[in-house]
């Protein structure tokens, strides 16, 4: 926290000022090409083929209307982005400086960055001396035991100190760390899966993980699942919100009219400093949180991506504690299991599960559900187990 008189050493930054105009000028436009598109249905012909045509032509022209609309919001946000930081004390920049230089690292312009939560990153610009090499995560260590605090190097930072110097930026260690297993079964006469997942780590302690299961099965189940996947991973690690992803990939699917493309798509968006995550589900599978032997089912009633130009998904939230497992399935795992009462078969299974270890978990877990489809793979299975510790 700052001390009172630091209060002057606040510093800002932000976009020059022709960019920041560039950017309102583009803004400005594409709020004006989006405001083109934007009118009501008016059909010009009583032909009802004809007005299905018309229809479709209008859907495809608000979808147009409504990615327009979200350049234009991110690009005056960027715009308006001022970044607060303020100079690390005298006194310990000198000792980090003079610490790291005995090391063979040279140090330039150590600085506060504010997060949330009351959170500090420390951002500064590091290089070797003659050709050395040393590794992010060491010289992080190093100045964790001069600051007395438990840092790591972001996501997005150099993970190798070199020679020629590079901005890195160093993050409070989160309070929970997340290891996740997956095990997957190729549906019978097929060879490639339809479903495809993805784990994507973000700068600021989260962890979203993704399962998607597209239609049907065999490759092409599998390359509009992945294309899914593909796509909202490009966007969030873009810096979009989840739930503006999900809107983008569903009015991009509903736009291209094809009804045999419907993928699920199943979020679990992890905050590693709270230990809390959200789970959105467009048309996916249960998910299930396992807390020792109680087991929780958590499911809502969404349909899958582009039926129609607009989704809905309601985050649920939950609280996780030490040694909690979240375990996301698709639909084949649910059918193997058959029955009227498989929800709750479902459960007592994960309930009396012993295994610790993610990889481990969600294999045994695939193993039963085989058996109990009398050893048949009727379709396609796919298990991912997050499993969530205190550090």
């Not at 930026?169 to 079964?185: H, I, K």
Request: some cysteine; hydrophobic content about 40%.
């Amino acid at each position: 926290m700052r001390h009172k008189g630091e209060e002057k050493e606040l510093q800002t930054a932000q976009v020059s000022d022709l960019c920041r105009r560039r950017l309102l000028s583009y803004a400005d436009s594409f709020y004006e090409l989006a405001r083109s598109y934007d009118e009501e249905f008016e059909p010009e012909q009583e032909n009802r083929e004809t007005v299905l045509m018309e229809r479709r032509l209008w859907e495809n022209r608000q979808v147009i209307s409504g990615h327009l609309t979200e350049m234009a919001k991110i690009m005056t946000e960027a715009a308006s982005e001022v970044l607060v930081f303020w100079p690390m004390e005298g006194k310990k920049r000198r000792r980090l400086v003079q610490a790291l230089a005995e090391e063979g690292i040279e140090v330039e312009g150590p600085c506060y960055l504010p997060r949330e939560d009351g959170r500090q990153a420390i951002v500064l610009t590091m290089h070797t001396r003659r050709g050395a090499k040393v590794s992010a995560e060491d010289a992080a260590d190093m100045i964790s035991v001069l600051l007395d605090r438990r840092l790591a190097p972001s996501v997005t930072s150099p993970s190798v100190v070199e020679t020629a110097p590079q901005s890195f930026v160093l993050e409070e260690e989160a309070a929970f760390l997340v290891l996740t297993g997956f095990s997957r079964a190729v549906k019978e006469g097929e060879s490639v899966s339809g479903d495809n997942y993805a784990v994507v780590e973000a700068e600021k302690g989260r962890v979203t993980v993704m399962l998607s299961d597209g239609t049907g099965s065999g490759e092409k189940a599998g390359r509009d699942s992945e294309r899914v996947l593909d796509l909202m991973e490009k966007m969030l690690e873009a810096g979009y919100g989840t739930d503006t992803a999900v809107n983008m990939v569903n009015t991009a699917l509903f736009a291209s009219g094809e009804d045999a493309n419907h993928p699920t798509l199943d979020i679990c968006d992890i905050d590693l400093y709270q230990g809390s995550c959200q789970l959105r589900k467009i048309g996916g599978a249960a998910t299930f949180l396992k807390r020792g032997q109680e087991v929780e089912q958590l499911m809502t009633g969404n349909l899958p991506l582009g039926i129609f130009g607009q989704v809905e998904a309601q985050p649920l939230y939950r609280q996780l504690q030490d040694g909690d497992y979240l375990i996301m399935v698709s639909d084949g795992v649910v059918d193997a299991f058959g029955g009227e009462d498989y929800e709750n078969t479902i459960m007592s299974i994960i309930a009396g599960l012993q295994e610790h270890n993610p990889g481990e978990l969600s294999d045994r877990l695939m193993q039963i559900a085989i058996h109990s489809s009398a050893g048949r793979i009727y379709d396609d299975m796919t298990i991912g187990v997050i499993g969530i510790w205190e550090t």
